[in-house]
């Protein structure tokens, strides 16, 4: 069972004043995922990373599920937690996806992602679990279970993304993300509208013509007006100082789609190529030798969903 990462860039009514709440934007990952492998037990055993977690989740789908928790849990690796890639969804999915294929359930991804309680605000985890890519997702109605996907799109194999990580701090999670969100001002009507025209009108249609310019420029800007609407809850437009120097910096490069994946710490930017983005890394980790609070990664997207298989 793979189940890879995600950079969220950006909601896009975080009031819902257009008449649906959030809706977002995100790219699943390559080389980071969480990878686990089930098999039957005498009773529930969880090893490898995050094992309390993991073994609380597992619990509680198998409860849900009213199936046996007799299993081995292996979790190999595992998305680092509350950094901004989507740790506890791609864990629960995973988890709920691993036991839905052992016990064959024939359950769909959404039917996971309810059982799981996911996609109460974003539905960028369930859309890269279950397609890859980028997709965007149509935010929370009245009546939505999980939030729809409305489009999805493959990113260009060549383009690559640098990841500026603060090892000090995790983003907001849990319930300090709830309080956060009841803290925050009223969204512009306005800016909703222009996000929503931004994205449907440049970034996907950049995407479709491999323009990382184009795509670069609208992330940007939708990572400014939602960066600027947490700024109060956050402490900033980036939850990190050390980060938003380092990605002030790439932007001077000429690296694009500047922003904080969700709540952060975690910075990123796109770059056209793994041979910039190597160069980058490189200039970076020259640049902070002395700042013991940043690492640095490059990344590329990933194409395709999920791997679930029974053995």
Same mark, same amino acid.
């Given at each position: 069972?793979?189940?890879?990462? %995600?950079?969220?860039?950006?909601?896009?009514?975080?009031?819902?004043?257009?008449?649906?709440?959030?809706?977002?934007?995100?790219?699943?990952?390559?080389?980071?995922?969480?990878?686990?492998?089930?098999?039957?037990?005498?009773?529930?055993?969880?090893?490898?990373?995050?094992?309390?977690?993991?073994?609380?989740?597992?619990?509680?789908?198998?409860?849900?599920?009213?199936?046996?928790?007799?299993?081995?849990?292996?979790?190999?690796?595992?998305?680092?937690?509350?950094?901004?890639?989507?740790?506890?969804?791609?864990?629960?999915?995973?988890?709920?996806?691993?036991?839905?294929?052992?016990?064959?359930? /024939?359950?769909?991804?959404?039917?996971?992602?309810?059982?799981?309680?996911?996609?109460? %605000?974003?539905?960028? /985890?369930?859309?890269?679990?279950?397609?890859?890519?980028?997709?965007?997702?149509?935010? %929370? /109605?009245?009546?939505?279970?999980?939030?729809?996907?409305?489009?999805?799109?493959?990113?260009?194999?060549?383009? %690559?993304?640098?990841?500026?990580?603060?090892?000090?701090?995790?983003?907001?999670?849990?319930?300090?993300?709830?309080?956060?969100?009841?803290?925050?001002?009223?969204?512009?009507?306005?800016?909703?509208?222009?996000?929503?025209?931004?994205?449907?009108?440049?970034?996907?249609?950049?995407?479709?013509?491999?323009?990382?310019?184009?795509?670069?420029?609208?992330?940007?800007?939708?990572?400014?007006?939602?960066?600027?609407?947490?700024?109060?809850?956050?402490?900033?437009?980036?939850?990190?100082?050390?980060?938003?120097?380092?990605?002030?910096?790439?932007?001077?490069?000429?690296?694009?789609?500047?922003?904080?994946?969700?709540? /952060?710490?975690?910075?990123?930017?796109?770059?056209?190529?793994?041979?910039?983005?190597?160069?980058?890394?490189?200039?970076?980790?020259?640049?902070?030798?002395?700042?013991?609070?940043?690492?640095?990664r490059v990344v590329s997207a990933r194409n395709s969903r999920a791997n679930v298989w029974v053995s």
């Amino acid at each position: 069972m793979i189940a890879p990462a %995600r950079l969220h860039m950006g909601f896009i009514d975080m009031s819902g004043a257009l008449g649906r709440h959030f809706g977002s934007i995100g790219v699943a990952l390559n080389e980071i995922s969480t990878r686990l492998t089930l098999q039957q037990a005498g009773q529930l055993t969880v090893t490898g990373c995050v094992v309390e977690r993991a073994k609380i989740c597992t619990q509680q789908l198998c409860q849900a599920l009213g199936v046996s928790d007799g299993l081995a849990l292996h979790i190999e690796t595992a998305i680092p937690e509350h950094v901004g890639l989507g740790s506890g969804t791609q864990l629960a999915l995973a988890i709920g996806s691993a036991l839905n294929a052992f016990y064959d359930l /024939g359950l769909s991804v959404r039917e996971v992602a309810r059982l799981a309680d996911r996609g109460r %605000r974003s539905g960028i /985890g369930i859309g890269v679990f279950e397609q890859g890519g980028l997709v965007v997702d149509g935010g %929370r /109605g009245e009546h939505t279970v999980t939030p729809p996907m409305i489009a999805h799109m493959a990113v260009p194999e060549q383009w %690559r993304f640098v990841l500026a990580f603060d090892r000090r701090g995790q983003g907001l999670h849990g319930k300090q993300e709830v309080s956060a969100f009841k803290a925050l001002p009223p969204f512009p009507q306005a800016q909703a509208e222009k996000l929503c025209y931004l994205l449907l009108m440049q970034a996907l249609p950049a995407i479709a013509e491999q323009d990382i310019q184009r795509f670069g420029e609208v992330i940007t800007q939708l990572q400014t007006a939602v960066g600027e609407h947490f700024a109060s809850v956050q402490g900033g437009v980036f939850t990190s100082q050390d980060v938003a120097d380092a990605m002030h910096w790439l932007q001077q490069q000429g690296a694009v789609a500047i922003g904080q994946t969700s709540w /952060g710490p975690t910075g990123f930017c796109a770059v056209d190529g793994p041979e910039r983005a190597e160069q980058l890394l490189e200039a970076l980790n020259a640049r902070y030798q002395n700042n013991p609070n940043l690492t640095f990664r490059v990344v590329s997207a990933r194409n395709s969903r999920a791997n679930v298989w029974v053995s």
